[in-house]
């Protein structure tokens, strides 16, 4: 059974940074993208960035340049490095990939930013 666990959420202040974990288990990340979302209250959740199973990565707009997804050469490992948080940013923050056909998610990690 593949599973998803992310972590490395919390509080932190305008300009800071986190960096968040997506471990998968049951399976790896090998021959599999991964791709983390956010959901702020209220809105829709969105795509922040995406890695392929190559390594090509995109990303939001919204993050471009303070955000760098990637993933240990393990491959049972993901990250989500986030550099000079704004308040915006603020969400839960889901890992995501596609495994045998399968679509999985994580729980979500809560990040926080104030002003």
């Known amino acids: 059974q593949v599973q998803l666990v992310e972590s490395g959420g919390g509080l932190v202040q305008a300009g800071g940074s986190l960096r968040l974990s997506c471990e998968v288990s049951?399976?790896?990340?090998?021959?599999?993208?991964v791709a983390w979302y956010r959901q702020a209250p209220g809105k829709q959740r969105e795509l922040v960035a995406h890695i392929t199973s190559g390594g090509i990565t995109d990303y939001a707009d919204s993050v471009k340049g303070r955000f760098t997804i990637s993933r240990a050469i393990a491959n049972n490992l993901a990250y989500l490095q986030m550099n000079l948080l704004k308040p915006e940013d603020t969400a839960v923050y889901y890992c995501n990939t596609h495994i045998s056909g399968g679509d999985y998610w994580g729980q979500g990690t809560q990040v926080a930013v104030s002003s």
């Open positions: 049951g399976s790896t990340f090998i021959g599999s993208g």
